[in-house]
């Protein structure tokens, strides 16, 4: 997934969920979901210059989302996962190991712990049950923090760091949910998140010559997921005025 594609999506998310916020407040919808996700986490820094399927370790997640129209949701997810990179592995377009990857010969393992708040936008109402079709894909933007606990070695005097990262992020993706009944649902997500930092592999902590300075860290998140949905019944105006008229 490309620098150039994560920003076009970006900005597909953000131009229709700009002019729903704006919409008349009838269209505000009375359902939300809490779910939980399994799948994998990878890390693209100074020890994976690139995203590769080989660095992938597993992730669980935990979420909550409210529906506030029919095509815009908030989400609050918590993410912990594994992290992997290795200069070992980063091979140029010969199949050999690139010049300073060799030199450096650094490996990194460690955890992430990741808190998002993001904006969905959904392109159909999956919800809908006079639909035949309870399918949606979508976007998604937001902001997050994140503590990675991570170590990193490796074969120059002194290349040795073991250390925590708190740090923010921006997440950005696209995914697809599926109502399976009233009740439950199927999801499918892959997305970027950004982070402000380069520290996550300590590689420029501990020395600049071996860093690349002019790119920050990534790591993304790809899962399936099941959530349930609640449903809030709106007790009508009249009603509420008297309630009387409930007897």
């Given at each position: ?5 994560l ?27 809490i ?8 890390f693209?820094?100074?020890l994976?210059?690139e995203?590769?399927l ?5 992730a669980?997640?935990?979420f909550y ?9 908030l989400?609050?997810?918590v993410?912990y996962?594994?992290l992997r990179a ?6 140029g377009?010969?199949g050999?190991q690139l010049?300073?990857?060799a030199?450096?010969?650094a490996?990194?393992k ?8 993001t ?7 999956y919800h809908n049950?006079?639909d035949k079709l309870?399918?949606?894909?979508y976007?998604?933007?937001g902001?997050a923090g994140?503590?990675a606990?991570?170590?990193t070695?490796?074969a120059q ?13 921006i997440?950005?993706g696209i995914?697809?949910k599926?109502a399976l ?10 997305g ?6 380069d520290l996550?592999?300590?590689v ?7 860093a ?5 860290d990534?790591?993304y998140y ?13 007790c009508p105006d009249?009603?509420?005025?008297d309630?009387?008229?409930l007897?």
């Amino acid at each position: 997934m490309t620098k150039q594609l994560l920003f076009k999506t970006l900005l597909v998310g953000l131009a229709p969920a700009g002019s729903v916020f704006f919409a008349a407040s009838a269209a505000a919808q009375n359902t939300s979901e809490i779910g939980l996700g399994l799948g994998g986490l990878n890390f693209k820094g100074d020890l994976a210059p690139e995203y590769r399927l080989l660095n992938n370790r597993p992730a669980v997640s935990a979420f909550y989302r409210k529906d506030i129209s029919a095509p815009v949701t908030l989400r609050g997810t918590v993410t912990y996962g594994l992290l992997r990179a290795n200069d070992a592995d980063v091979k140029g377009e010969n199949g050999n190991q690139l010049p300073l990857a060799a030199l450096r010969q650094a490996s990194m393992k460690g955890s992430m712990l990741d808190l998002a708040g993001t904006l969905e936008y959904n392109f159909f109402d999956y919800h809908n049950r006079r639909d035949k079709l309870h399918f949606t894909p979508y976007v998604f933007v937001g902001a997050a923090g994140f503590m990675a606990f991570t170590r990193t070695t490796g074969a120059q005097a002194g290349f040795e760091q073991s250390e925590n990262t708190l740090g923010i992020a921006i997440p950005v993706g696209i995914g697809a949910k599926l109502a399976l009944s009233r009740h439950w649902n199927l999801g499918l997500e892959t997305g970027a998140r950004k982070a402000i930092t380069d520290l996550i592999d300590h590689v420029k902590e501990q020395s600049p010559a071996f860093a690349n300075r002019y790119d920050q860290d990534w790591y993304y998140y790809t899962g399936i997921s099941v959530s349930y949905t609640f449903y809030k019944i709106n007790c009508p105006d009249p009603y509420k005025a008297d309630p009387k008229l409930l007897r």
